[in-house]
C-alpha cells in the first residue's frame, strides 16, 4: 500500500524569501503525485501534478516540484514566496492500481512573514 | 464550470445524534469521495464511488457512518449516532475518472462538524 510522508509539520519564511516543503512517498507500483493547496476555510485545490515525462512540473502560483524516483520523493518549491501563500499544502500520491487510491500527507503549514 | 457543491457548511450536533451531509459533484464526474479532515491532519479517505458503485469504503466506520450514491449523481453521507471524535471537516470531491489526464481531484469546501 502507498504511503506519503511531509517530513515538516510547519515552515515559517520571510516574505520574498524561497521556500522547499517536502514529500517522500512509499508505493509498490508506479503512481501520480499531487500537490494541493489549501487556505483558511476553503476546500483543497489542485497546484501541480506529476502523471508521466519531465520529472520538473510547473503549477499555478509560481509552484514548482521535481519526481526523483530513486529517493521516491516530490519535493515543492517556489523561488520568491509572498504573504498570500500562507496555507496549508498537502502531498498525494495516486496508486495506479485498481481504484486509483489517492492517500493525502498530514499537510504542511506555510507562514510566510513580512 | 460549476465546482463540487457540499450542505450544510456548518453543523454543530450534541452526541448521540445524527447528521446527513448533501454532496453535488462535478457535472460528467463519474468518481466520488467522501474524506474526513481532522484538525491538524491531511484528508482520510472514508469512500470512493464509482458511479453508483462502491470501490473502496475500507476506513468507512460502518457501525456509524452510512454513505450512498443515488443514480450515480449526487451522495449524501449520514452519521448515526455521532460520536465527539467525529468533529471533523467533511470534504466531498470528484473527479473524471481513468482520464489520461490522471485522476485529479476536485475539492467542495467541505461541512464542518462540531460534535458537544
Known amino acids: 500500500a502507498q504511503s506519503v510522508t511531509q517530513l515538516d509539520s510547519q515552515v515559517p519564511v520571510f516574505e520574498e524569501a524561497p521556500v522547499e516543503l517536502r514529500c517522500n512517498y512509499s508505493?509498490?507500483?508506479?503512481?501520480?503525485l499531487f500537490w494541493y493547496v489549501q487556505y483558511p476555510n476553503q476546500g483543497l485545490q489542485l497546484l501541480l501534478k506529476?502523471?508521466?515525462?519531465?520529472?520538473l512540473v510547473k503549477g499555478i502560483n509560481g509552484f514548482e516540484a521535481e519526481f526523483n524516483k530513486s529517493q521516491t520523493s516530490f519535493h515543492l518549491r517556489k523561488p520568491s514566496v509572498h504573504i498570500s501563500d500562507t496555507a496549508e499544502y498537502f502531498c498525494?500520491?495516486?496508486?495506479?492500481?485498481?481504484?486509483?487510491?489517492?492517500?493525502f500527507g498530514a499537510g504542511t503549514r506555510l507562514f510566510v512573514k513580512a | 464550470e460549476a465546482g463540487v457543491a457540499q450542505s450544510p457548511r456548518y453543523k454543530i450536533i450534541e452526541k448521540r445524534q445524527s447528521v446527513a451531509f448533501w454532496c453535488n459533484p462535478i457535472?460528467?464526474?463519474?468518481?466520488l469521495y467522501w474524506y474526513q479532515q481532522i484538525l491538524g491532519q491531511g484528508p482520510k479517505l472514508l469512500i470512493q464511488?464509482?458511479?453508483?458503485?462502491?470501490?473502496?469504503d475500507s476506513q468507512l466506520p460502518k457501525d456509524r457512518f452510512s454513505a450512498e450514491r443515488l443514480k450515480g449523481v449526487d451522495s449524501t453521507l449520514k452519521i448515526q449516532p455521532a460520536k465527539l471524535e467525529d468533529s471533523a471537516v467533511y470534504l466531498c470531491?470528484?473527479?473524471?475518472?481513468?482520464?489520461?489526464?490522471?485522476?485529479?481531484?476536485?475539492f467542495g469546501e467541505g461541512s464542518w462538524l462540531t460534535v458537544v
Open positions: 498525494a500520491v495516486s496508486d495506479l492500481s485498481g481504484g486509483f487510491k489517492t492517500i
Open positions: 464511488f464509482q458511479n453508483n458503485g462502491v470501490v473502496d
Open positions: 457535472s460528467g464526474h463519474a468518481t
Open positions: 506529476y502523471l508521466s515525462g519531465s520529472t
Open positions: 508505493s509498490s507500483v508506479s503512481v501520480y
Open positions: 470531491a470528484s473527479s473524471l475518472d481513468h482520464s489520461p489526464s490522471g485522476n485529479t481531484i476536485y
